[in-house]
C-alpha cells in the first residue's frame, strides 16, 4: 500500500514564475491537507480540502496561492508569481476520514525560489 | 488559538543513554490528542508516537514513551537506550477532536553522540 506521494521532491523557481505542487493521498483517503514548513520552523497549515471542495483554507495567504483536488487526480497546491520568501518545503497530509485523529505525510517538496 | 512550544531548539544524548524532550501546550479544549514526530535529514515525517486527552495512561512505543500532564499541559518525550538512528528533528504536534488541523511546535533536534 503506497504511503502519500509528492511530487516534485524538489523544484527551482525564478520569481514570478508559477509552482505547481502535486499530491497523491494514500489509496482509500480523500482528505487533504497542505503544510508548509519554513525554514527553522515548525509546519504549518494552510488548507484542508476533500474531493472537488475547499473545507478549511484558513491558512493560506489570500493571494497567489490557490489549492485544488479534483474527482480524478492528485491535489494540487498552486503558487502564481513566486517570490524568495515562497521558498520552503511544502508536505501534504491525508486522512480516510475527517475524523481520524492521525495524518499520513508525504515526504514533501522543496520548493526554491532564485 | 491552540500554540505549542518546544523550548529546546538543540539536545544531544551519548548513545545507549536516555533523553527526555520537552513541550508544553496551550488549549481551551479538553479533547484532543497529542503527537510527537520525527523528521529525519530526508524531510519525511515519521509519526513516533501519539497520546489521546482522555486517556489517563501515558502512551509507549518500544524505546519511546510520554509523559502526558494534562493539567500541566505537558506532554514529553523520553527516548530510552539513544540509537545513532534517533538522530532527526523531533516535532511536538497538537490536534483538537473537532479540528482539522494539526498545530506544530518548532522543533527540537537531537544528536546522539556515539
Known amino acids: 500500500n503506497a504511503g502519500v506521494m509528492q511530487n516534485p521532491r524538489h523544484l527551482v523557481r525564478r520569481r514570478g514564475q508559477e509552482a505547481r505542487l502535486r499530491c497523491s493521498p494514500m489509496k482509500g483517503h480523500s482528505h487533504v491537507y497542505w503544510y508548509r514548513q519554513l525554514p527553522e520552523e515548525g509546519l504549518k497549515f494552510m488548507v484542508y480540502?476533500?474531493?472537488?471542495?475547499?473545507?478549511?483554507e484558513s491558512g493560506m495567504p489570500k493571494e497567489r496561492f490557490s489549492a485544488e483536488f479534483p474527482k480524478e487526480g492528485p491535489s494540487i497546491l498552486r503558487i502564481q508569481q513566486v517570490v524568495r520568501g515562497d521558498s520552503a518545503a511544502y508536505f501534504c497530509a491525508s486522512s480516510p476520514t475527517q475524523t481520524s485523529y492521525e495524518q499520513y505525510f508525504g515526504p514533501g517538496t522543496r520548493l526554491t525560489v532564485t | 488559538a491552540q500554540t505549542v512550544t518546544q523550548s529546546q531548539p538543540e539536545m544531544s544524548v551519548q548513545e545507549a543513554e536516555t533523553v527526555t524532550l520537552s513541550c508544553t501546550y496551550d488549549?481551551?479544549?479538553?479533547?484532543?490528542?497529542l503527537f510527537w514526530y520525527k523528521q529525519p535529514p530526508s524531510r519525511q515525517m515519521i509519526l513516533v508516537i501519539r497520546?489521546?486527552?482522555?486517556?489517563?495512561q501515558n502512551a509507549t512505543e518500544n524505546r519511546f514513551s510520554v509523559n502526558f500532564q494534562k493539567a500541566a499541559k505537558s506532554f514529553s518525550l523520553k527516548i530510552s537506550d539513544s540509537q545513532l538512528g534517533d538522530a532527526a528533528m523531533y516535532f511536538c504536534?497538537?490536534?483538537?477532536?473537532?479540528?482539522?488541523?494539526?498545530?506544530f511546535g518548532t522543533g527540537t533536534s537531537l544528536t546522539v553522540i556515539p
Open positions: 480540502l476533500q474531493k472537488e471542495n475547499i473545507i478549511d
Open positions: 504536534a497538537y490536534r483538537s477532536r473537532t479540528g482539522n488541523q494539526f498545530y
Open positions: 497520546q489521546e486527552a482522555y486517556k489517563q
Open positions: 488549549t481551551s479544549e479538553s479533547d484532543y490528542y
